[in-house]
């Protein structure tokens, strides 16, 4: 079993910064992809920034030049710099990590999730 963990969150005014951390453990042998996702009140989870199999990165069009993903891979753990929030940006923010784990099966986890609110 693969566990998230997220931290990071909280109140903002627009124009401020975050940075969110993800930190997986458990049975771990591989992971394809790790990264963010959100969701604001009545709508639906969307893609914010991921690693995907590969090595490379993806980005929501909304947050592209204001969010940077990074990762610690020796710590398995992956990070979100959010820049210029904006109150649009408001949204419980998840982690989501996928690959196999010490049995060789597929796993695909996702953290409790971490409010991010932005508001003057």
């Known amino acids: 079993q693969v566990q998230l963990v997220e931290s990071g969150g909280g109140l903002v005014q627009p124009g401020g910064s975050l940075r969110l951390s993800c930190a997986a453990s458990?049975?771990?042998?591989?992971?394809?992809?790790m990264g963010w996702y959100r969701q604001a009140p009545g709508k639906q989870r969307e893609l914010v920034a991921v690693f995907s199999s590969g090595g490379r990165t993806n980005y929501a069009d909304s947050v592209k030049g204001r969010f940077t993903i990074s990762r610690d891979n020796a710590k398995n753990t992956v990070y979100l710099q959010m820049n210029s929030l904006k109150p649009e940006d408001t949204a419980v923010y998840y982690c989501?990590?996928?690959?196999?784990?010490?049995?060789?099966?597929?796993?695909?986890?996702w953290g409790q999730g971490t409010q991010v609110t932005v508001s003057s």
């Open positions: 989501n990590a996928a690959g196999q784990d010490l049995g060789y099966e597929e796993y695909d986890s």
């Open positions: 458990g049975s771990i042998f591989s992971i394809y992809a």
